[in-house]
């Protein structure tokens, strides 16, 4: 299935877009996600960015469905 | 003393007549501002409106925290600073603006770094800590130091085009405690991989824009009006105007914060390095003869693989990131080198950029391992 990804801060220079569509297995958890996006984006891996669906930040065991909106937030430091 | 008892001049009243006349906010919501103590943490991008409009709203007393100068580069962003300010400290060119803005105000200079030895001394005297700093061990200092001090800490961090703000560790009307910095990030991430302001650069505009809406929160934190962003994490892309506000809550596995601690180890700046999985000479001869396979890795140089070597895939360390294809990610693999230095850093190179989770040390490296089967 596919679930649409929308990428934050430092995230989003390393997959080098925005927002993408991004295929996982049916009923894939966010942690499933995590590590499929660590094979795509071998970067992201030791990056510890929050994940949040449909606007709501969900721990890594919440089970992902088709069409998810899926927020990649890495941490920044600016001020 | 209670807010009710605050009282103002005839000055103070024509000064703040636009916002004693809001419906919903009124004398009361004055009174607030005026009784009330900020920390502002960092007078950088973020602190200079932050400064700015709280002092302008009538927050009674502002402290300061910042050991900085003022340099040229600051002026694309810190609009609080002017040219006559270069090189002054920035505690005290905050000051004297604010002195400019609202006389009424009053301004507490700490001419000093946040450590951990004087965090909660200082942070203890406020009512409301707003985290404007520009690196991630002072940001977790910050959380730490409220949440262990019970203060509500008003966030917002910037990176080149974007923005994040919400409102930790805030205490709301049904008394109940909001999530805090850690629950959303429980650590940080390797040192050198999010870049700051210096580094990465920042749109001169982006910490204008969101340290209005930080300033925004302290004024509903201390005030009761409205509904503060406590539980929510309110996101920012000026390029794209991409916003989305998500819903946060408090995680039952983040570790309760009982002390302050060495925040640069903490984020990896320090030398101090971070463990690595490692394994016995015993156990590694134990995986070779189990069935389950695994790979062995050497990163020594080629000539002394030749002089000496134990059948290992030879990668010199120097060339483990342009060789990183060969290193398998579905089976356990074993690095070695002499005595197990160089191996635990190829390790942790290839676990920081490319995020490997199956690598292991061969603790005592080929010289423990000769020597155990001799």
Redesign the interface.
Known sequence: MTVRL?I???AHEIAGK?STTFEVPDNATVSELRSLL??TY???????F?I?VN???V?DSVILTENDEV?I??????? | MSYKDITFSREELARYNRHIIIPHFGIEAQQKLKAASVLVV?S????SPLLLYLAAAGVGTIGIVDFDVVDESNLQRQVLFGIEDIGKPKVLAAKARIGNLNPHVNVVTHNVQLTSKNALEIIEKYDVVA??????PT?YLVNDACVLAGKPNVY?????F???VSVFNFTGNDGEKGPQYRD???????PG?????AE?G?LGVL?GIIGTLQANEVLKVITGVGETLSGR?F?F?AL?F?T??????K?PNTPAITELIDYEQFCGVKAAERKIKEISVEEFIEWLQAPEQIQVIDVREPEEYREVNIGALLIPLASVSAQ?EKIL?DKKVVFHCKMGGRSAKAIREL???????NLYNLRGGITAYLERLS
């Open positions: 929308l934050f801060g430092i925005r660590s094979l071998p970067q992201l891996g030791p990056l510890s929050a949040a606007q709501q930040y721990e927020a937030i890495p941490p920044v430091s600016g001020g | 960092g950088g991008g973020l602190g985290d404007g700093t520009d690196n991630f940001r917002a961090s910037i990176f080149q974007e923005g994040q959303l990030f429980p650590v940080p991430p390797p991989l999010v870049p700051n302001c990465g920042v910490p994490f996101v892309d794209s991409d989305r506000t998500l819903k946060i809550t995680r990183k990610r676990e920081d950029q490319f995020g490997f989770d």
